[in-house]
């Protein structure tokens, strides 16, 4: 089974940045498509950005243009990088495979907080 660490969250203002990394362990991480999903307190986990296992990145309308996944495969992680952050992005993000893959045990998560 593999494990997801996560980490790189923070408070920040609005308007600031965060870089996000989620290590995984096991080599069978690059044959599979991953994603970031958050889940902010009383709503539901929601996916906010996808990359296959060749790179091509997908995200939530709320992510577009102000959030990059990538990965790299060589170190087994997965980051996010968020910038133009807005109150509304607070949540725990949490890493996984991507949405319709089975799941692997779900990391502690990382806490971002966008508050000035």
């Known amino acids: 089974q593999v494990q997801l660490v996560e980490s790189g969250g923070g408070l920040v203002q609005p308007g600031g940045s965060l870089r996000l990394s989620c290590a995984a362990s096991?080599?069978?991480?690059?044959?599979?498509?991953m994603g970031w999903y958050r889940q902010a307190p009383g709503k539901q986990r929601e996916l906010v950005a996808t990359?296959?296992?060749?790179?091509?990145?997908s995200y939530a309308d709320s992510a577009k243009g102000r959030f990059t996944i990538s990965r790299d495969n060589a170190k087994n992680t997965v980051y996010l990088q968020m910038d133009s952050l807005k109150p509304e992005d607070t949540a725990v993000y949490y890493c996984?495979?991507?949405?319709?893959?089975?799941?692997?045990?779900w990391g502690q998560g990382t806490q971002v907080t966008v508050s000035s």
């Open positions: 990359i296959t296992s060749g790179g091509t990145a």
């Open positions: 096991g080599s069978i991480f690059k044959i599979y498509g």
């Open positions: 996984n495979t991507a949405a319709g893959l089975s799941k692997w045990n």
